[in-house]
C-alpha cells in the first residue's frame, strides 16, 4: 500500500448518512479484531473508523 493520504468522496442521502453514524458510534473493538487478522490490523480499522466519525461529525453527523 503507498504511503500517502487517501482521499474518499462519499456521497450518501441523509437516513444513511445518519444510520452509518449511529453504526460507527455502536461498533466496539471486538468487532474490529474479529475482521481483522492480528491486533495491528484492528487498530489500523479502528483508526479509519475513527477518522470517518471526525468527518460525518464535521458534517453534523454525530450521534451522541
Not at 493520504?5 to 452509518?20: F, G, N
Not at 487478522?37 to 461529525?57: F, K, N
Request: hydrophobic share 40%; glycine share 4%.
Amino acid at each position: 500500500m503507498p504511503d500517502s493520504i487517501i482521499k474518499l468522496d462519499l456521497h450518501l442521502d441523509p437516513d444513511s448518512t445518519w444510520a452509518l453514524a449511529q453504526f460507527l458510534k455502536r461498533v466496539q473493538w471486538e468487532h474490529f479484531r474479529a475482521c481483522a487478522a492480528d491486533d495491528e490490523e484492528a487498530q489500523m480499522i479502528r483508526t479509519g473508523v475513527e477518522q470517518l466519525q471526525s468527518a460525518l461529525a464535521e458534517r453534523g453527523y454525530a450521534p451522541r
